[in-house]
């Protein structure tokens, strides 16, 4: 007999950002797939999802990856539902609205890094700064580089978990780095954001780090930290004319307020209008403007006007379940 760790992972109920729970649980010769994975339940009153005297919520799975750092070790992103088998309030996953997973989306996280004893990022001296920005970015060297070894590890462990991971690299900001992660399927592209932030926080406990997903942890004249959201459906895939963008774009104008409500807590002090951002009370869209709400690659203006389109907006604390279902309602509530 074969016993195998999985683990449970899931997202509070803490308003207006989310934090990653997990537990483990030991299942004798389990076959390794989602349909095999039993339903598991919590105390609901220990993470803001229940009252005491009503206390279990049950854990759905929805999707589950080898766990890198385990022997016969499972990683199973799950769902919250009420005792009656309801989503619960704090599910954010069920709210997508992408059933035949037409849309795709490539979500780039950016995050700092923090020393547990300093509670500054990599890089940065007690009681001062490093020099400024301009040499961190994708830089190479000792001089301007810090954390490195988490970051290489981190890529390995989300290839070694099945992640469809794109690529890393180091930030504006000193201390500051970035992966990226693509999925077909809004879900999917969420399930894989959350895996691969469990994996990174997960990484930090041995090094003595933590990561800050802060928008804006350091004021002043340095870049704050985004998770842009490139997406994309059949009509943006195969549309061919510029008019039909232009009025996908537009239909993002009427409801700033309703994307920017689920796009990250602190936002206002990073989309300032200034380092690479959009001011926070506007809106605007153009063509490889990296200054825009929205940036319309130039590959796909080259492509004849298909491909996809980035919302620059999402803070890098955003819920990345939250942010793919409002650009879905936004774009289906085009009138193409």
Not at 90 to 113: H, K, L, M, V
Request: charged share 25%.
């Amino acid at each position: 007999m074969s016993k195998s760790k999985l683990e449970y992972i899931w997202l509070d109920g803490y308003e207006p950002t989310a934090n990653l729970r997990s537990k483990t649980k030991i299942e004798d010769d389990f076959s390794g797939k989602l349909e095999d994975c039993p339903m598991w339940s919590f105390d609901g009153s220990s993470t803001k999802q229940a009252e005491g005297g009503s206390s279990d919520c049950l854990l759905k799975p929805v999707a589950i990856y080898p766990d890198p750092a385990r022997i016969n070790g499972f990683l199973v992103m799950t769902e919250v539902l009420n005792a009656d088998g309801t989503a619960h309030e704090s599910n954010s996953r069920a709210t997508i609205d992408d059933p035949d997973s037409d849309f795709w989306f490539g979500f780039e996280q950016e995050y700092f890094i923090m020393d547990t004893q300093t509670l500054l990022p990599l890089g940065f001296p007690i009681g001062g700064y490093p020099g400024p920005q301009g040499l961190y970015y994708c830089s190479v060297g000792g001089r301007n580089t810090w954390g490195r070894d988490l970051v290489e590890e981190h890529a390995n462990q989300c290839i070694e978990a099945g992640l469809n991971f794109e690529g890393i690299n180091q930030e504006v900001a000193a201390g500051q780095w970035e992966f990226q992660l693509f999925a077909k399927g809004a879900q999917k592209a969420g399930d894989e954001i959350w895996i691969a932030r469990y994996l990174l926080d997960r990484l930090t406990e041995s090094y003595g780090y933590y990561i800050e997903y802060h928008p804006k942890p350091i004021k002043g004249d340095w870049n704050g930290s985004g998770m842009h959201a490139n997406f994309s459906n059949t009509t943006l895939r195969t549309a061919g004319s510029k008019e039909v963008y232009e009025k996908i774009c537009e239909a993002f104008r009427p409801v700033t307020k309703e994307h920017i409500a689920v796009y990250g807590e602190f936002n206002d002090q990073r989309l300032t209008g200034d380092h690479e951002t959009a001011s926070i009370k506007d809106f605007s869209y153009g063509v490889s403007d990296r200054g825009a709400s929205i940036r319309i690659p130039i590959m796909t203006v080259e492509k004849g006007w298909k491909g996809w389109l980035e919302d620059r907006r999402p803070a890098s604390n955003g819920d990345p379940y939250k942010i793919a279902a409002r650009i879905i309602k936004t774009v289906k509530s085009a009138d193409v």
